[in-house]
């Protein structure tokens, strides 16, 4: 996804433009693909709600496959020790399931806002975005953090209100924070009747109708929602309904209602209430993904021109993993499929360096299984395994002619530190490593200058992610590191010719990692606006999203 070959190998026999049947096929098949990542503040209920989606949508039978409750919190996608120990998600998946006729990509985003730049990753292979927002709290500052990384990207979003079960802020105040705080025109499909202790279930605005709540037993298994239409709820006489049923008329007033257009361009959300724990709102929401939620449309290549759906195999890779199982000692890259079809075998070329590239084996990977998949359609996220000279945001296309997707979006480090070996005759495996966990994005990898550094510079947004890199540095390339920390704070996105003044200046240190990304490091707040004023030339980026082409 970097720069473009000069001349490209020829071009491999599989390119051939489809036939009229296979076009027909192809865009079946894309249109019923769903993939999406859910976002949320730690806590709101991600766990919960991938649990239950994948319960409703019959890829588990039991709610808890995901997340073992007993024994602490360990979810099967998480497969790191640290991840066991802190009872967290680090890594991501692609958990895939059919339900209906619909295809669903679920992009497991990590529940740690360390790891937030995994979460743009993801993010940018996703087509729409479920955000959780729990009920009791309101809208919190990693979802504000993460709304906007999706809102760069114009993806819709699909707002789930969980924990209604729980006494917090009003309905209609929560309308208010979504649309002042987030700038979004809030459409509720659903509208709660009573709030905590007193919740008794939601109005549907589409068909006016009223599915009861009641509290089933930890929800592991599936539960049908009573519905009934609203004016045999039974409920005339009770406060409750008649204050929801007021407001309902006041939302039917200011008209808002779902608009398809809006949400499209991620200017509107459609929101839907529930608790998740209760396993209340899971079926509408996972209703929504299939009816409301968009199928892949064609992405723009670094010409800004859409690919269509249609054109020969290209895709570009959202994640690579490597060591994720000790059955399976390799490293998988997750490709998002953007047009044509996946076949195993399939002969392509990275358009980074012009190497060809056959996609032997393709899996669906779902938690820690992995079934093989003989084929794949746009809006797929495949595990490509074997890929090692693959890296985060490399296109790749079947066909002569150079396709090239954006980079993907990146955020400076905010913390930094000076990896040491601690054992010189690890040499070898102290630099593989380091540029392994580079590559999967663990950690940045740094230089300072043309030479390279015996203590290499390491950064991340952070704390934690280090604590992940030196694990696997021992665990997995038996190498022990230290990590003395670097006094910067603040770092900004600069471009390469700006490098000198920042080095000049002296106020601050320009870092370069090896994919190209060059960043200026300060040691606060106070020296970045500073050398800003001196250097007013100089574009400091906290974030740049190509994708859509508009710098966030
Ligand atoms: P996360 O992935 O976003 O971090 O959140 P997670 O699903 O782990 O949920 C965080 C806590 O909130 C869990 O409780 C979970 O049971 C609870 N929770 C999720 N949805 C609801 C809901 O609709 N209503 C209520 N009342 N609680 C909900 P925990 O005590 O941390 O863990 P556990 O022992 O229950 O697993």
Known sequence: MAETPTSAPAAPSDAAAPTTAATTELRREAGRRRTFAIISHPDAGKTTLTEKLLLYGGAVHEAGAVKARAGGRNATSDWMQIERERGISVSSTVLRFVVGDVVVNLLDTPGHQDFS???????????????????????????KRLFQVARARRIPIITF????????????????????????RATPVTWPVGEGQDFCGVIDRRDDTFHRFTRTARGSSIV?????????????????????????????????????????????TPLFFGSAVWNFGVDALLQALQEIAP?????????????????TFSGFVCKVQANTDPRHRDRIAYVRICSGRFERGLK????????????HHAHAVFARERQDLPEAWPGDVIGVVGALDLRVGDTLHAGSAVVAFPPIPTIPPERFAAAVNRDARRHKQFRSGLQQLDEEGVVRLLQRGGVQDPRPVLGGVGALQFEVAVQRMKDEFGCEIRLDPLPWTEARLIDPEDVPTVEGDGAGVALSGA??????????GFQLRRFASRHPDVELRELVNTASGVPA
């Open 224 to 268: 049908d929602d009573e519905v009934v239409p609203a004016d045999g709820a039974g409920l005339d006489d009770d406060p409750r309904w008649a204050a929801a049923r007021e407001e309902v008329d006041l939302l039917d007033a200011v008209e808002a209602d779902h608009d398809p257009e809006a949400f499209a361009a991620g200017s509107s």
């Open 117 to 143: 730049e995994d979460t743009l990753r993801v993010l940018a292979a996703a087509d729409c975005a479920v955000m959780v927002i729990d009920a009791a709290k309101g809208i919190e500052q990693q979802t």
């Open 348 to 359: 392509v070329q990275n358009s980074r360096n012009g190497r060809p590239f056959t996609m």
């Open 515 to 524: 994919d190209g990304a060059v960043f200026a490091a300060f040691p606060d």
């Open 161 to 184: 209100v969980n924990k209604c079960d729980r006494p917090g802020v009003s309905a209609l105040q929560l309308l208010d924070h979504i649309e002042k705080e987030l700038g979004l």
């Open 295 to 311: 199928a892949p449309t064609p992405r723009p290549t670094t010409d800004d021109v859409p690919r269509p759906l249609e054109a």
